[in-house]
Structure formats: structure tokens, C-alpha cells
């Protein structure tokens, strides 16, 4: 062959990817660079296939019918096994879901009677320490609860205590006002702690603190006044800390309520508003 002949051939089995622009052989079904189809290589590889099946449907027609069927017995036993394996898979998964949902209800049951045990002996002394105005150490005590349910993997919780929901103020109060009186806070506080000290001053002042019989534990008119006091408090924190109004105030708190509107704070549109409208003003 001579070599315009070479080179003519060459170019007949060459084809330029009109995606990638790479030459590729024509017979392929696809370009190998970027996979973009060919279409005449694709048709060809389809016609390749239909004869395959073609071949094999002749086969076919010549198979004794006896070993036809020995070979449709033998897949139909080979399946019955696949369903019975699946059947005693499914028995042995549903009788571990069985133990397993059985031992997580007799645990649930024996934290039950510890927490029941624990508060026994854990509520009268918060309450002394509450009657003394120790808030202090229920907040110690608080934490130090938190730390052992980490260390020994226990679950004690004191959201049923008569005063449960005046801690879940006071706590976010006290964190709020140490941030707001440590004049060097502002420069050693990360943006996040920031807005979670932002945070805890939109709770005070949106959560629905005077509705009555929709909260875990009801207020007592006493705990209801000690968190008015505590609003009145962030309020005029915020705006020395700021240099803002309570207008603005209020304009935030629609901002980073939930909606609807009234029902709490919401902390993913306080990490999206303390950046816009208050982190300048530190």
C-alpha cells in the first residue's frame, strides 16, 4: 500500500470527537477520552449484539426438549433455595430487631427507675439551694451533672424540677451578663461564641416565659418575675454593649424568631443576622 493510500485508509478510520476534539477510531462506540457517543460505532456495536442473540436463539431451537426441561427443574429448585435462605435471613434479622428492641425497652425502663431514684435524692437539694439563693451552685451542680453523664454514660436530666424552666433563664442570663461586663470579652470571644451570647439574649427576651401549662414545668409567679427582671437586664445590657435602642431590639427579635413569629428564637437566623446587624457594632 503506498503511503497516500495509508494515509487515506487512516483517515477513513479516524473520527474527530465533536466534544473533546479527539481522534479516536471510528469503530469505537464512544469516545475514549471524554465518552461522548458515536453514533456509527455505537450502530455497530447494537448490530454486533442483536446477532449474539440471534446465535443464541438458534441454539436454542436445537436443545433436546428433555434436557430442557432438567434444566428448567434444576433453576426452579435453585431459586426455591435463594427463597427459603431469604426467608430464614429475614426470621433471624426480625428475631435480632426483637432482642434488640427488648433490651433498649428494659434499659429505657431500668433509667426510668435510676432517674426516679436520683431525683429522690438530687430535688431537695436543689430546691435548699434554691431557697437560699445559692443560683450558683445549681448551675455548678448542673454542669458537674452533665460531665458525669458523659463519664459514665448515665442520662440524668432535672427537666422536671419544680424550677426547671427559671434555670434554662437564669443560665443563659449569667452567660450573657459575665460577656457583657468582661470589657476584654469582645477581642477574646470567637465570631461563633458571639452569636451564641446573641443567642441566649433572644431567648430571654422571645421565649413565651408567661404562658402558663404549655411548658414542661409552669412558672411560679415568683420565677416569672426573677425572669422579667432578667429581660429588663439583657435589654439594657444590649443597648451599652451595641449601641443600639430597644427598637432595634425588637426589630431583631422579628428577625430571628421562629416562624410564626412569637413562639421562640430560632439559632440558625441568629448566626445569620448577628453578622449583618450587629457584629460592626462591637
Partial sequence: ??????LIEQEVQDRVCP?????????????????NVNEFGDEEA?????????????????????????EVAFQG???????VTILVVAGIIAGIIALVTNRMMKKDEEMTILQHSWQLETFPKLNAMYDSGDYDGIVKFVDDMYRMNEEEKTSYTIWNWDHYEWFMAYDKYIGAKAYFEDKTAKD???????????YDCMYLLLEKWDVKNEVVKSLTDEDY??????QDEIRAFMIDHYGIT??????????????????????????EVYPKKLANKE
Fill in 77 to 83: 429448585k435453585r431459586v426455591l433455595k435463594v427463597f
Fill in 1 to 6: 500500500m503506498s503511503e497516500i493510500s495509508e
Fill in 188 to 198: 477574646r470571644y470567637s465570631e461563633e461564641s458571639k452569636v451564641f451570647v446573641f
Fill in 246 to 271: 430597644n427598637e432595634y431590639i425588637d426589630e431583631l427579635a422579628k428577625e430571628v424568631a421562629f416562624d410564626p413569629p412569637g413562639v421562640g428564637v430560632d439559632y440558625i437566623k441568629c448566626k
Fill in 46 to 70: 447494537y448490530l454486533r449484539d442483536l446477532d449474539v442473540i440471534r446465535e443464541k436463539l438458534e441454539r436454542a431451537k436445537n436443545i433436546p426438549q428433555e434436557s430442557l426441561k432438567k
Fill in 225 to 230: 418575675l426573677k425572669v422579667l427582671s432578667y
Fill in 19 to 35: 466534544d473533546c476534539g479527539a481522534h479516536f477510531n471510528i469503530h469505537a462506540p464512544r469516545c475514549p477520552y471524554c465518552g
